[in-house]
């Protein structure tokens, strides 16, 4: 099995910054595409970034040029470094990891979140 913890969430003034870990366990063999979700109160579940084994990157449109996904493929770890944050950024964050597993099967697993808020 595979366990993904999310940490770096928490409170912050609009216009602060925060940077959210992913660190992904267990038996993997390798990791492809990785990502950043997030639910804000009463809606549902939408999706922040993306980033692939070669590094290509997705985002939102309501997070380009404020938020930065990476990874670091030896620690099996996905950041989310969010600036110049907004009250609509509030949200559970979740992140989610495309995982190949070392019987070879290939399975999508998700943390169980970190709440971010951003107070105005």
């Known amino acids: 099995q595979v366990q993904l913890v999310e940490s770096g969430g928490g409170l912050v003034q609009a216009g602060g910054s925060l940077r959210l870990s992913c660190a992904a366990s267990?038996?993997?063999?390798?990791?492809?595409?990785m990502g950043w979700y997030r639910q804000p109160p009463g809606k549902q579940r939408e999706l922040v970034a993306t980033?692939?084994?070669?590094?290509?990157?997705n985002y939102a449109d309501s997070v380009k040029g404020r938020f930065t996904i990476s990874r670091d493929n030896a620690k099996n770890t996905v950041y989310l470094q969010m600036n110049s944050l907004k009250p609509e950024d509030t949200a559970v964050y979740y992140c989610?990891?495309?995982?190949?597993?070392?019987?070879?099967?290939?399975?999508?697993?998700w943390g169980k979140g970190t709440l971010v808020t951003v107070s105005p």
């Open positions: 980033i692939t084994s070669g590094n290509s990157t």
């Open positions: 267990g038996s993997i063999f390798s990791i492809n595409a």
């Open positions: 989610n990891a495309d995982v190949l597993l070392r019987s070879y099967r290939s399975m999508v697993y």
